[in-house]
């Protein structure tokens, strides 16, 4: 937890009731290869008791047409870390990083990007720098929505089916398979749907394993369905194992995207130099009087 209790919640997702239609290398990311492929995998991206504490109370404010203030902030994240230390019968201090994330909420990056042939993906930035810079943008085709997050890629036969001593194998050696997966808005519903299904059990799939079809390599069309009761929670040391390797690829590693400035794009495009006006001799000569 930020001691300045800074919390990004900007561009995640949580398969929340109200979140249903928020729109590295290619070879770090998840790929199926042939069609009727089959892996058994689980969620692996979790926020902070805190940081989940934080962005309900948010969500809440703004519907009520609030903003929490900073003190509220400090208040709210305190006592979602002191009820978790409590329910582990730990003091406050005495939490780990992997003590802190809520396993109940599994979490998802969303972004939109454009793509072009020849020149590949890159997140948008329309209506994030003013006109000028749309106009840029917007020489690239529209942006679409795209989602990213964690899996824990189990080892299995061909049907999908768990192979025990591999698995037993990966906790021995601290080798599990932690892979970012991107997709886009269809396989976000189906997700979505998935999760909205075991809610009314009061369940999630941060505590499931999925089952992976691949119904077409070549666009990645993948489907989901449930596998079960996620296998790697049921024992503390294999949890704790991929908990730590799940926390070292967090952040920058579920970016499937280049980001660019409008100038580089500007530049990429052969649109010339920067939109940035010139500063006449007399503005010049105005800025350096308060120098």
């Known amino acids: 937890m930020s001691d300045d209790y800074n919390y990004d919640l900007d561009g995640d997702v949580t398969l929340d009731v109200d979140e249903k239609n928020v729109g590295g ?7 199926m290869t ?26 809440d404010a703004k519907k009520a047409s609030k903003s929490l203030t900073r003190d509220e902030i400090q208040t709210i994240a305190k006592k979602a870390l002191a009820d978790r230390a409590t329910e582990l019968n730990k003091t406050v201090e005495q939490l780990t990083p992997t003590d802190k994330l809520d396993l109940k909420v599994a979490h998802f990056k969303a972004m939109k990007a454009h793509y072009q042939d020849g020149f590949g993906f890159a997140l948008s930035r329309l209506g994030k720098d003013g006109p000028e810079a749309d106009a840029v943008w917007k020489r690239l085709p529209e942006p679409k929505p795209y989602f990213s997050t964690l899996l824990l890629i189990y080892p299995t036969d061909e049907q999908g089916n768990l192979n025990k001593d591999a698995f037993v194998g990966q906790a021995k050696d601290g080798t599990f398979k932690l892979v970012p997966w991107r997709f886009g808005n269809k396989t976000y519903e189906e997700i979505w749907k998935l999760n909205d299904g075991l809610r009314e059990n009061t369940l999630s799939l941060g505590s ?6 691949c119904k077409d390599p070549k666009y990645q069309n993948i489907s989901v369905s449930f596998a079960g009761a996620a296998l790697w929670q049921k024992n503390d040391t294999i949890r704790q194992q991929v908990l730590a390797k799940a926390i070292g690829m967090y952040g920058d590693k579920l970016m499937p995207f280049r980001e660019m400035t409008t100038d580089q794009l500007r530049a990429k495009l052969g649109l010339g130099g920067s939109a940035a006006q010139d500063v006449s001799s007399e503005d010049f000569n105005t800025m350096l009087e308060n120098v």
């Open 34 to 59: 042939a069609k009727g492929q089959l892996l058994r995998a689980a969620f692996v991206f979790f926020h902070t008791y805190d940081h989940n504490a934080v962005a309900k109370a948010s969500k």
């Open 208 to 213: 499931q394993d999925i089952k992976l079809e």
């Open 25 to 31: 290398s290619k070879n770090d990311w998840l790929k």
